[in-house]
């Protein structure tokens, strides 16, 4: 029994992808592996780059998840393609997309039904069998992908926000090659990077106990604050790079602390139909909004924030945020961003329902989401 | 009359769905406990010393150990209860707290729109007799979400409830495991009281304050757990379950059942289910 648990295989380093994927794929014994892509057409040199690194023995099966948007049709579609091709693992290759999809894959395959039967919190996995075929997960993005959580955030067909939560999806290895972040553009690599700062923050202010959560959240932020701006600036300064990675992948693995309004409004938000969002753009506006109103609630750890992006402690935290915001070129309200007043009623009402809202350290109803999306737009 | 409508026992623990239109005595479980109120008129339930409102936008999270009873309900007009034992063991494998206890940060949970639809779904698995592991998972989220919310801060502040007791007297220890070994039998507490190694007054004083509550209602909480463990584990007869455990008849036995779980012991014996071990 665990409560804080890490255990996930993760492998770090430049250009490691090659020697990593073949050495994995060997040890999980995998022939007949399906990649789940979300890096679309702009990004091909990357996908050629794991296609080539796949050895001559074993035959690889891409599949490019159309708009990049992890949703309920895309799942099954992927899923049938896994069953006709008799794949036998999956690899996710991308964000967050890419990877969510890549863990709801595998809980769809053998089982009957549509996959929210398989979603919500523990009692309901005990309707699942006792295993699925393998995940590797290969995030191209330094932005949090969900590579060492046990969550899969999907877009159902009503509308719906899904979160599958369920211990049998944790990809059983992690890859990350910093090389593979190279070529994103500043402004995709500007919202990633919002977005490890995010569920750094996030993180550290949730209401669970988790100590060694809270060092590695703090440890991500560090890296964030300090290179973020490099990266926009640079896509080739393979430091920074190296540092933004690091930076996500901390954000990642502190998630099983749990996160908070941020992402219960952004999860929301990704769930309407037809709009195909920035996460850590949205992100990065909603941040500041909800840092104010969880200030009443969070005493001493604001302080620490400040202390991390060399502040002193009378300055105001969401002040910086946005000014941060405003250096690396993102957006300041959800209306650029194809957000309509229209939709903000049901993302609100989502917002409340997500997994995410309940461990914000301020109790938060869809009220209170309503008016802060307000003020977001 | 108050009456039972189901009542299902899992590894999870207990959750009942009860009619209630009297109030109860004062008592407590080794269990969480969550208390909805589905329909009927409003009620209250008191806590330690504070009375908290029960009606549909307002349920209760009750840590274990903690002394508590319902109120001012009508004796004319039944309010149905949505009632959680939870084992806070089977708790902590969905929790993200490192705390055994099942330990909630205030009592007063609002009831928001997820929360309530849960509740819902529960209600009418349990009287439709759903799939076990459905209501199995609807427990396990339910009680995370209050759970969640007993710790997130509200604008009205937070009534917190105590802190978790603090390292026992071996001698409490001892009265504690004499009281469980022979609640089978009639328990005199002044006897305790001595083959424990302390004085009457003393091992009240002690019991009190680090159990929490009185070695009486202590000795209710484990009459009531045996009584409801053989009433739904064997088909011995309610008579000789009451006498074995101290009771004079069938009918003192039936008043403290009724008083201490709100309905009679026959009526708990007939509605009750068993969910597989999910």
Known sequence: MSLISYVTKIHFAENLLEDAIEVELELLGLRRPLIISDNGAGRRGIVDRLLETIPRSVSALLYEIPAGRATEEACLEAATLFADWEADGVIGFGGASAINLAKAVTLCIGHSGPPHKYAGLGGRSASTRQTVPPVIAVPTIAGSCFETVSVAILSMRDGRVMSLVNPLIMPRVVICDPTLTLDLPARQTAGAGMDALTHCIETYIATAYNPPADGIARDGLRRVIAHIERAVADGSDLAARREMMAAALNGALAHQKGLGGVHAMSHALGGLAGKSLEHGAVNAVLLPLVLEFNAPAVAARYDEIKQEFGLPPRADLCEAIIRLRERIALPACLGDMGIEAGDLERAAVSAEADYSNRTNPRHAAASDYLSMLQAAL | ?278
């Open chain 2, 1 to 278: 009359m108050s009456t039972a409508l189901a009542v299902h026992h899992g590894p999870f623990g207990r959750v009942t769905l009860y009619n209630l239109d009297r109030s109860m005595a004062l008592h407590a479980h080794r269990e969480g406990h969550l208390i909805f109120h589905v329909q009927g008129p409003e009620a209250s339930i008191r806590i330690d010393d504070d009375i908290y409102p029960m009606f549909g936008r307002q349920a209760v999270a009750i840590s274990p150990w903690q002394l508590h009873n319902y109120m001012s309900l009508d004796p004319g007009q039944p309010s149905l209860f949505l009632t959680l034992y939870i084992k806070p063991f089977w708790f902590l494998e969905a929790s993200r707290q490192p705390n055994a206890s099942l330990r909630f940060g205030r009592n007063q949970i609002e009831v928001t729109e997820p929360i309530a639809r849960l509740v819902y779904l529960l209600a009418s698995g349990m009287l439709e007799d759903a799939d076990d592991s459905f209501i199995a998972g609807y427990l396990c989220e339910l009680t995370q979400a209050c759970f969640d919310q007993s710790w997130q801060w509200v604008a009205d502040g937070a009534t917190f409830t105590r802190c978790a007791p603090p390292v026992r007297d071996f001698r409490v220890r001892n009265s504690v495991k004499l009281m469980q070994n022979r609640v089978s039998e009639r328990i005199v507490l002044d006897n305790i009281a001595r083959d424990s190694g302390l004085s009457r007054p003393h091992f009240y004083k002690l019991f009190r304050q680090q159990i929490g509550i009185t070695p009486n209602i202590y000795l209710n909480t484990l009459r009531m757990e045996t009584a409801i463990d053989r009433l739904t584990t064997t088909h011995d007869p309610v008579t000789d379950i009451g006498l074995d455990l101290g009771f004079s008849s069938q009918a003192s036995f039936t008043r403290f059942f009724i008083a201490n779980v709100g309905i009679a012991p026959s009526d708990y014996r007939r509605v009750v289910h068993f969910t597989g071990t999910a």
